[in-house]
């Protein structure tokens, strides 16, 4: 069982006061912690699991304009047996389309009985690169899967629709699978961890390297471009509160009791 | 003509809500453009969905065959495809949800099409749509923009936009042949299944305390539960606390979760991602509490408290203990 699993990096933005660029088109990261996306994470997990359990390897695979290489050790560290980083500054910028004519140009040459990759990204929120990406490969794809059934050279996975409902797809393998959280428990890995995984295979590829060129990558490649960032105007609809935790407290309590649920 | 195409989308023999607010952003793009407004209706034995649509459209192509009963990506692909092909829409309308997910990224590709997913609203002119969408989870817009003059590909947020309701068009249906449908075979719809959903009853509580990762830990849920109980109310959840099974799947809600409509609402630590919004907006009183005063939680909250929920919830639970021994 030859696993690809897709990741990217990146920034938490849960708690930060984000800023616009100057150009408007993205926000300040120089601040921003970044780690791997969440649902790559479960993506990550479930590729060892298989391995795991069937044998085989899993490749961890990531097309960035920054130096992500922390990203893929957590990944080796995780389990994964190699890992391929494209790193090419025309990739800022990059639409859906772009990254995954990229990861199509990586994937391609190497053998794979599943593709893996998040269902979205935090950041763009696009889910659409595992979807593209089987397109070219023109093998069938799953998206939104919360369960994965290995048989005879085919998959049988849950695919999570709205609500408690559930669909179950056979895919004949090759396939690609966009994983939703939840499906397992990713586990932690340690500093020590990442350590003991640097000598694990790591290759860095430049995107001349994959034959890609100029009208295939970048700002100019992409089909859908930001025109603008902005931020949502604050405090537009909630009445904040203010005054100490306990007025505070006060003022939510009668807000109850006008609602007639703290009677 | 010129033409805006609307997937329509059903499940189970029922027209899903997403379609009608498509049909109802259609209408209002179809009208700026002059354009005439068509609804593309794949399945099996649907004649009456097509009627229904029939109602909010120009035209419905009613494509029927067997291998559509149910929603496939691969077979939707294709039909879609042939469509657009033949017909050059200028726009092609899908739902952003768990069909419009697996369906448009390929077909985009294989299309060579722009796609812009998850929009919130959209405006075309001859040359170009454009869009604005959420990025950063909900923190940040993004006006993003796709030319439209070889055709183009919108998913829609379900909720965002309303249904027209009334009767606004008198719709012909067309019965149209379905492409070949070669290689589906390798993607195979099984069953549905319904997740086994057992304990507690969310939907029926008059108040409700949520929590989000804001919560940190699995050690911290009892505080978020004994505040629940002295507020005589019951403890839901968002999606990070079920995926990291610190609460059952009951507790969820949101669009993979439970749709819930209580007197009142408390979110303790959850950002307000549209997925956790759509499945407690239409409640009552909805009281956020969170760090962060950007977070899109208080755009939909009635009262918003910008502080650390840890502080906030004890005094909270003191204060209501205090007016129920008062009585
Ligand atoms: C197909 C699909 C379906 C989904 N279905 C659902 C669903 O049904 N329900 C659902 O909820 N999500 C769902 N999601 C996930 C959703 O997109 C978000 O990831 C999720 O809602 C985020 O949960 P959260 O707000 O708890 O966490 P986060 O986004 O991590 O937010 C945590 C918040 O807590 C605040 N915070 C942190 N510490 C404190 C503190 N000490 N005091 C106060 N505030 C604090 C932070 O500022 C932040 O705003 C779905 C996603 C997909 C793709
Ligand atoms: N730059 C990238 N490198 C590798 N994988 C990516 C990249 N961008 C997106 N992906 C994968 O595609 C998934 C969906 O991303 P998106 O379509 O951008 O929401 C992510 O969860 C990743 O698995």
Same mark, same amino acid.
């Given at each position: 069982?030859?696993?690809?699993?897709?990741?990217?990096?990146?920034p #938490?933005?849960?708690?930060?006061?984000?800023?616009?660029?100057?150009?408007?088109?993205d926000?300040?990261?120089?601040?921003?912690?970044?780690?791997?996306?969440?649902?790559?994470?479960? %993506?990550v997990?479930?590729? *060892?699991?298989?391995?795991?359990e069937?044998?085989?390897?899993?490749t961890?695979?990531?097309?960035?304009?920054?130096? #992500?290489?922390?990203?893929?050790?957590?990944? =080796?560290?995780m389990?994964?047996?190699?890992?391929?980083?494209v790193?090419?500054?025309?990739?800022?910028?990059?639409?859906a389309?772009?990254?995954?004519? %990229?990861?199509?140009?990586?994937?391609?040459?190497?053998?794979?009985?599943?593709?893996?990759?998040?269902? !979205?990204?935090?950041?763009d929120?696009?889910a659409q690169v595992g979807?593209? =990406?089987?397109?070219?490969?023109?093998?069938?794809?799953?998206?939104?899967?919360? !369960? @994965?059934?290995?048989?005879?050279?085919?998959? !049988?996975v849950?695919?999570?629709?709205?609500?408690?409902?559930?669909?179950?797809?056979e895919?004949?393998?090759?396939?690609?699978?966009?994983i !939703?959280?939840? *499906?397992n428990?990713?586990?932690?890995?340690? @500093?020590?961890?990442?350590?003991?995984?640097?000598?694990?295979?790591?290759?860095t590829?430049?995107?001349?390297?994959?034959?890609?060129?100029?009208?295939?990558?970048?700002?100019?490649?992409?089909?859908?471009?930001?025109?603008?960032?902005? =931020?949502?105007?604050?405090g537009?609809?909630?009445?904040?509160?203010?005054?100490?935790?306990?007025?505070?407290?006060?003022?939510?309590?009668?807000?109850?009791?006008?609602?007639?649920?703290? %009677? | 003509?010129?033409?805006?195409?609307?997937?329509?989308e059903?499940?189970?023999?029922?027209?899903?809500?997403?379609?009608?607010?498509?049909?109802?952003?259609?209408?209002?793009l179809?009208?700026?453009?002059?354009?005439?407004?068509?609804?593309?209706?794949?399945?099996?034995?649907v004649?009456?969905?097509? /009627?229904? $649509?029939?109602?909010?459209? /120009?035209?419905?192509? $009613?494509?029927? &065959?067997e291998?559509?009963?149910?929603?496939?990506?691969?077979?939707?692909?294709?039909v $879609?495809?042939?469509?657009?092909?033949?017909?050059?829409?200028?726009?092609?309308l899908?739902?952003?949800?768990?069909?419009?997910?697996?369906l448009a990224?390929?077909?985009?590709a294989?299309?060579?099409?722009?796609?812009?997913?998850?929009?919130?609203?959209?405006?075309?002119?001859?040359?170009e749509?454009?869009?604005?969408?959420?990025?950063?989870g909900?923190k940040?817009?993004?006006?993003?923009?796709?030319?439209?003059?070889k055709?183009?590909?919108a998913?829609?947020?379900?909720?965002?936009?309303?249904?027209?309701?009334?009767?606004?068009?008198?719709?012909?249906?067309?019965?149209?042949?379905s492409?070949?449908?070669?290689?589906?075979?390798?993607?195979?719809?099984?069953?549905?299944?319904e997740?086994?959903?057992?304990?507690? &009853?969310?939907?029926?509580? &008059?108040i409700?305390?949520?929590?989000?990762?804001?919560?940190?830990?699995?050690e911290?849920?009892?505080?978020?539960?004994? $505040?629940a109980?002295?507020?005589?109310?019951?403890l839901?959840?968002?999606?990070?606390?079920?995926?990291?099974?610190?609460?059952?799947?009951?507790?969820?809600?949101?669009?993979?979760?439970?749709t819930?409509?209580?007197?009142?609402?408390?979110?303790?630590?959850?950002?307000?991602?549209?997925q956790?919004?759509?499945?407690?907006?239409?409640?009552?009183?909805?009281?956020?509490v969170?760090? /962060?005063?950007r977070?899109?939680? +208080?755009?939909?909250?009635?009262?918003?408290?910008?502080?650390?929920?840890? /502080? +906030?919830m004890?005094?909270?639970?003191?204060?209501?203990?205090?007016l129920?021994?008062?009585?």
């Open positions: 069982m030859d696993i690809i699993v897709c990741v990217k990096k990146v #938490d933005t849960r708690e930060a006061e984000l800023i616009i660029t100057k150009d408007g088109k926000i300040e990261k120089g601040e921003l912690v970044c780690d791997i996306n969440e649902w790559d994470r479960y %993506a997990e479930e590729a *060892i699991r298989l391995k795991e069937l044998g085989g390897s899993v961890a695979v990531a097309v960035t304009p920054d130096e #992500d290489e922390d990203l893929l050790r957590k990944c =080796l560290a389990g994964a047996d190699r890992a391929i980083m790193k090419d500054e025309s990739f800022r910028g990059s639409d389309h772009v990254i995954a004519t %990229a990861l199509h140009h990586i994937i391609k040459d190497l053998p794979f009985d599943l593709v893996f990759t998040g269902v !979205q990204a935090e950041d929120g696009y979807g593209i =990406l089987a397109g070219f490969l023109k093998v069938p794809h799953a998206t939104l899967v919360t !369960q @994965i059934e290995v048989l005879e050279r085919k998959v !049988q849950h695919r999570e629709l709205e609500e408690a409902l559930m669909e179950v797809v895919l004949d393998m090759p396939a690609v699978c966009t !939703q959280t939840g *499906i428990e990713p586990r932690y890995v340690s @500093i020590m961890g990442i350590r003991k995984a640097a000598k694990k295979e790591m290759k590829l430049n995107t001349s390297d994959l034959g890609l060129t100029e009208e295939e990558l970048g700002d100019s490649a992409s089909k859908v471009k930001i025109k603008g960032l902005s =931020l949502p105007p604050s537009k609809g909630a009445e904040i509160l203010k005054g100490s935790t306990g007025e505070i407290a006060t003022k939510v309590a009668s807000i109850l009791k006008s609602k007639g649920v703290l %009677a | 003509m010129r033409e805006i195409l609307v997937l329509a059903h499940r189970k023999g029922v027209l899903r809500d997403i379609t009608w607010e498509m049909l109802s952003l259609g209408k209002e179809a009208e700026k453009m002059e354009a005439q407004l068509t609804t593309v209706l794949p399945g099996y034995e004649k009456s969905l097509a /009627d229904e $649509l029939s109602t909010q459209a /120009d035209l419905v192509l $009613l494509v029927e &065959d291998r559509l009963q149910n929603f496939s990506s691969m077979a939707y692909q294709q $879609l495809s042939t469509l657009i092909t033949t017909r050059k829409p200028i726009i092609t899908i739902g952003h949800t768990a069909c419009g997910i697996d990224p390929g077909l985009a294989a299309l060579g099409m722009p796609l812009a997913t998850d929009c919130l609203s959209l405006t075309l002119t001859e040359k749509l454009t869009a604005v969408r959420q990025i950063y909900g940040v817009n993004a006006e993003v923009a796709c030319s439209c003059e055709g183009c590909i998913t829609i947020r379900a909720g965002v936009v309303s249904p027209w309701g009334e009767e606004t068009r008198k719709g012909k249906v067309e019965v149209i042949q492409p070949s449908l070669e290689g589906i075979s390798r993607q195979r719809f099984i069953e549905y299944v997740a086994a959903i057992g304990g507690v &009853d969310i939907t029926q509580a &008059d409700i305390v949520a929590i989000g990762r804001g919560i940190q830990d699995k911290n849920i009892p505080l978020a539960e004994e $505040l109980k002295a507020l005589g109310g019951t839901a959840c968002s999606r990070p606390i079920v995926d990291k099974k610190w609460l059952p799947k009951a507790h969820q809600v949101g669009t993979s979760g439970k819930v409509r209580p007197k009142a609402y408390i979110a303790l630590g959850i950002s307000g991602a549209f956790h919004i759509v499945g407690m907006k239409d409640s009552g009183v909805i009281i956020a969170n760090k /962060d005063p977070a899109p939680i +208080f755009e939909v909250a009635d009262y918003g408290i910008v502080c650390d929920l840890f /502080d +906030f004890p005094v909270l639970k003191e204060k209501a203990k205090e129920l021994q008062r009585r």
